[in-house]
């Protein structure tokens, strides 16, 4: 006999600001025993010390966290101009160092260089897999980590400001895949200089804003609160992740087929205006998310909510 999964099945989003210091997963982690959820993912990874949005998924939301995975984020970080690391953040043992700094308006007129489609190279000292094993694993193992370029895309970037000599302060909208420590690295360098990312905050994640971002220690502190709060009302739908795919309502009879993992053909007026990822719901409730071809929903992830 299986045993059975531990824990309430939880649905929907909670958009948790992370600190400086927990891993992601420590995150997730945490958020999942306080929801007591049996299942729990998170969209994206924050490096230790980054800090801001990061999505974490329950139950059956985490059939939706590619849709995530592959939004727009938005980022602010600051550059330490001067010094080269290891990890092309603070956490790495400098490497390089020089004394040259950058002005205001040589650094404005860089930006057009990175924005758009490039190509980036990404850290070393990152989660990226290289015949089958993590390159981090490998960098501190002592080897000499090769990474290949990737295309990535930066939608929009602008300098905020100057702090001091050493500092400056940028913010970014990007493609998924982006390195933020590899921006700051080829910047510098194309700056004539060498730089690391000193501080970098996620404000935004797909359709995640700081707005609906709750800090982690406000939401670990409301579990020890008796009588318990309610903690629902920081849990999100999870059709919340799929605001750009279009959504149908279907009948209870269509909607127990595509539950079944059958198709349904579409007749009359919504046959023609659909192409691609469909959400098809009934009386409001998500039922699966589809894919329209040839006039027929095809059911790619079903969801099994609690009545």
């Not at 001091?164 to 510098?188: F, N, P, Q, W």
């Amino acid at each position: 006999m299986s045993r059975r999964k531990s824990g309430e099945a939880v649905t929907g989003w909670v958009i948790v600001d992370k600190p400086s210091g927990p891993t992601s997963s420590d995150v997730v982690n945490r958020v999942r025993r306080l929801f007591n959820a049996r299942k729990a993912g998170h969209a994206g990874t924050l490096d230790p010390l980054a800090t801001g949005i990061l999505p974490v998924a329950l139950g059956e939301a985490t059939k939706t966290v590619p849709f995530i995975i592959d939004a727009a984020k938005g980022y602010r970080f600051t550059i330490r101009f001067g010094q080269a690391t290891a990890t092309d953040d603070a956490e790495g043992e400098v490497t390089s160092t020089s004394p040259l700094r950058p002005s205001a308006a040589e650094i404005e007129a860089l930006l057009p260089r990175f924005t758009g489609p490039i190509e980036q190279v990404p850290p070393a000292f990152s989660a990226i897999k290289i015949d089958g094993e993590r390159a981090y694993a490998r960098a501190r193992a002592g080897e000499t980590v090769e990474m290949k370029p990737r295309p990535v895309t930066i939608h929009e970037i602008r300098l905020l400001g100057l702090p001091d000599a050493d500092h400056a302060e940028l913010e970014i909208l990007c493609s998924k895949g982006t390195y933020v420590r590899s921006l700051a690295r080829d910047m510098a360098l194309s700056l004539g200089t060498v730089g690391h990312v000193s501080a970098l905050r996620r404000t935004r994640h797909g359709p995640f804003a700081e707005a609906v971002a709750i800090p982690l220690d406000k939401l670990c502190a409301l579990g020890h609160i008796a009588p318990a709060p309610d903690l629902g009302a920081h849990l999100l739908p999870l059709e919340t992740a799929l605001d750009d795919i279009p959504a149908l309502a279907v009948s209870g009879e269509d909607a127990a087929r595509l539950k079944q993992g059958q198709g349904v053909l579409l007749r009359g007026r919504d046959a023609p205006i659909l192409s691609g990822s469909v959400l098809a719901t009934h009386r409001g409730d998500p039922v699966a998310l589809t894919e329209y071809e040839k006039g027929e929903l095809r059911p790619v992830r079903v969801f099994n909510l609690a009545s």
